[in-house]
Every structure is written in C-alpha cells, then in structure tokens.
C-alpha cells in the first residue's frame, strides 16, 4: 500500500489504493486504513494512486538515477517479491532491469556483520546502532531510516556484492513460485 526509495537526499514515496480489503493485523502494524474511497494513514487521509501508476512512477524515478541497486531490510523475502508480482500484474516486469542492476537484503548482511545482537529486525538495529527510534512499517521512514544504518556501518562494496542478487535471478524465482504456488 506504500512504496518509497531514497539516493541520498532525493526521496520517492507514493501510497497505493488496495485492491483488496486491508485485514485489521495489516492496519494496526502500517496505521494505513481504507474507509469509502480514501486511504489513511493514522487517522489522516493520504493521495493514494492505483498501482499501476505507482509503480510507473517508481521506475520513472529509478531511471533517472541508473544504473542503480536497490537495497532493502528482508527485502529477498518480503518487499522484492511483492514488487516483482506487482510489476507482472501491471505487464511491468521486463521495465525494472532497464534501471536496477541488483537487489541487496541488510538483514543477513547485519546478521553477519553482528553477530551477537538478540535481534537484527530493523527496528532493533536502528536502536541499537543509531540509538534512535523511529516509524516503523511505514515505507518512506523505513527507507530512510536504512539509509542511516547503511551511511553509519559503512559496509565495503564486497559485503554488499556478497548479499545481492540478480534482478533477473530475483524475477525469474518468484515467477517460478508464481507459476508453481498450487503444487507447494
């Protein structure tokens, strides 16, 4: 219901009308909310579009920062999969490899680079990392908030490299997924 990106100091947020009822669990963890035709978040009502144009404008902003990777926290098994099936949905799939070289997902790449800590949700590391704490599960915090655990822990290009994927790898598994969700 929210996709968000940010380079740097420009950012990219857009809130997405659902195309199904939001189960109350959903809401009380994002605040977001559909009452009539208005989405909400956190009592206020937001500019929701639908996901087609959302996501046209998503990679209309990736293009302009190409080549670029993207990089989330469980993003493999979480946010990646839902804008790969999203993109097939709307006939988008083959548009993302024209702008994102790779996907890279923090959460096994803090597990490695600490080890020791009791949690490595993000929440938990923006805690005890930044001491800060912030809005969680709200896309446009999240990615911002990622960007600071990134700048601050400075990890090298290789332990990157090391905990990315393909575009191409990462549509083709959830295409395989997709296409064989009956027989799991």
Same mark, same amino acid.
């Given at each position: 219901?929210?996709?968000?990106?940010?380079?740097?100091?420009?950012?990219?947020?857009?809130?997405?009308?659902?195309?199904?009822?939001?189960?109350?669990?959903?809401?009380? /963890?994002?605040?977001?909310?559909?009452? @009539?035709?208005?989405?909400?978040?956190?009592?206020?009502?937001?500019?929701? *579009?639908?996901?087609?144009?959302?996501?046209?404008?998503?990679?209309?902003?990736?293009?302009?920062?190409?080549?670029? /990777?993207?990089?989330?926290?469980?993003?493999?098994?979480?946010?990646?999969?839902?804008?790969?099936?999203?993109?097939?949905?709307?006939?988008?799939?083959?548009?993302?490899?024209?702008?994102?070289? @790779?996907? *890279?997902?923090?959460?096994?790449?803090?597990?490695?680079?600490?080890?020791?800590?009791?949690?490595?949700?993000?929440?938990?590391?923006?805690?005890?990392?930044?001491?800060?704490?912030?809005?969680?599960?709200?896309?446009?915090?999240?990615?911002?908030?990622?960007? @600071?655990?990134?700048?601050?822990?400075?990890?090298?290009?290789?332990?990157?490299?090391?905990?990315?994927?393909?575009?191409?790898?990462?549509?083709?598994?959830?295409?395989?997924?997709?296409?064989?969700?009956?027989?799991?």
């Amino acid at each position: 219901m929210q996709i968000a990106a940010v380079s740097n100091s420009d950012k990219f947020s857009e809130y997405i009308l659902p195309s199904q009822i939001i189960a109350p669990s959903a809401s009380a /963890v994002t605040g977001l909310q559909m009452q @009539g035709h208005t989405l909400y978040y956190n009592g206020n009502p937001v500019h929701a *579009v639908p996901i087609t144009e959302a996501l046209i404008l998503f990679l209309a902003w990736l293009s302009e920062r190409k080549p670029c /990777v993207l990089i989330g926290h469980n993003f493999k098994q979480f946010d990646c999969p839902r804008i790969i099936r999203a993109l097939e949905t709307c006939n988008l799939t083959n548009t993302i490899s024209d702008s994102v070289q @790779g996907i *890279v997902d923090t959460l096994p790449l803090y597990r490695k680079l600490f080890p020791s800590l009791i949690s490595h949700k993000q929440e938990f590391l923006v805690s005890e990392i930044l001491h800060e704490q912030y809005v969680a599960h709200n896309a446009e915090e999240d990615v911002k908030t990622l960007q @600071g655990l990134i700048t601050n822990t400075n990890p090298t290009d290789n332990v990157l490299v090391r905990h990315s994927t393909t575009v191409s790898s990462m549509i083709d598994l959830e295409m395989y997924k997709f296409e064989n969700e009956s027989e799991l």
